[in-house]
C-alpha cells in the first residue's frame, strides 16, 4: 500500500492509479471510458526497491481485463511477463501465486477490454520479499 503508481491513461482525477495502491478498497483506477475494444492499457506500481515476486492479487471494478499479463521490470521500460491470463471472465478479486520474479516495477499490461469500454482495478497488491 501507497506505493507510487502510473498508467497509461487516466477517466480524470476521481480515478488516478494511485487509488489502486492506496490500501482503500473504494477508490480506484481507471482507464477512461469508450476505448476501442482492442485498446492497451496499463498501470504500473513502482515498489521502491527491487523485491522477489511471488504473488499479486488484482481486484478488477466492472470494467475488468478479458487478456492481461502481469510484468516485472528493473528499469520500467523493458517487461517480463510472469502471468498470462486469456478469458478472464469477471469482476472481483483474484490472487496470482506461486510467481518467481524480481524487479523494481509491477505492471499490469491489459489488452483486451470486456463490454464496458474500460479497464479499472480497486486494488493491486504486490506480495514477496
Excluded at 480506484?28 to 476501442?36: D, E, I, N
Amino acid at each position: 500500500a501507497g506505493k507510487e503508481a502510473t498508467a497509461s491513461t487516466i477517466e480524470d482525477a476521481r480515478y488516478t492509479p494511485g487509488k489502486a495502491t492506496d490500501g482503500d478498497g473504494s477508490t480506484r483506477w481507471s482507464s477512461g471510458q469508450w476505448r476501442l475494444a482492442d485498446a492497451v492499457g496499463w498501470i504500473s506500481i513502482d515498489l521502491g526497491a527491487e523485491y522477489d515476486v511471488k504473488g499479486v492479487t488484482l481486484n478488477w471494478e466492472a470494467a475488468f481485463a478479458v487478456d492481461f499479463q502481469i510484468q516485472v521490470s528493473d528499469d520500467a521500460k523493458n517487461w517480463t511477463t510472469i502471468k498470462s491470463v486469456v478469458g478472464n471472465t469477471s469482476s472481483g478479486a483474484t490472487a496470482y501465486t506461486g510467481l518467481s520474479a524480481r524487479g523494481r516495477y509491477v505492471r499490469v499490461y491489459c489488452t483486451k477490454l470486456n463490454a464496458t469500454k474500460n479497464y479499472s482495478l480497486y486494488d493491486v497488491n504486490v506480495y514477496g520479499s
